[in-house]
Nanobody, 127 residues
Framework: QVHVIESGGGLVQPGASLTLSCQAS????????LAWFRQAPGAERQFVAH????????LYSDSVRGRFTISGDNAKSTSILHMNRVEPEDTAVYYC????????????????????WGQGTEVTVSS
């Protein structure tokens, strides 16, 4: 059984920074590819960021590019999402998703292509 665990959410003021962490473990693989998604109340789950440790590609959604940075340790199947200059529109439950095999760049942003999900960590941006 694959376990995906996120941490680091909370209440933060606009313009501040917050760091989310994710780790995947268990199952049949020692390494998992990871991505971040988020879901605001009443909205669909949306792609946030992904770092491809095979080809080195880093993808961001247009809404977070330039403010968020993704990093991680591929050998340990961990991912870190550094959220800078957060805005009220960043308020959402943030999910970490995992899979074993590499995805084409065009497929990374679709939640249905990710097989394992964490329970989510809530981020609220408010003054």
């Amino acid at each position: 059984q694959v376990h995906v665990i996120e941490s680091g959410g909370g209440l933060v003021q606009p313009g501040a920074s917050l760091t989310l962490s994710c780790q995947a473990s268990g199952g049949t693989s020692s390494r998992y590819r990871l991505a971040w998604f988020r879901q605001a109340p009443g909205a669909e789950r949306q792609f946030v960021a992904h770092k491809d440790w095979s080809g080195g590609n880093i993808l961001y959604s247009d809404s977070v590019r330039g403010r968020f940075t993704i990093s991680g340790d591929n050998a340990k199947s961990t991912s870190i999402l550094h959220m800078n200059r957060v805005e009220p529109e960043d308020t959402a439950v943030y999910y970490c998703a995992a899979r074993i095999n590499r995805l084409a760049v065009s497929a990374v942003r679709s939640p249905e292509n990710w097989y394992y999900w964490g329970q989510g960590t809530e981020v609220t941006v408010s003054s």
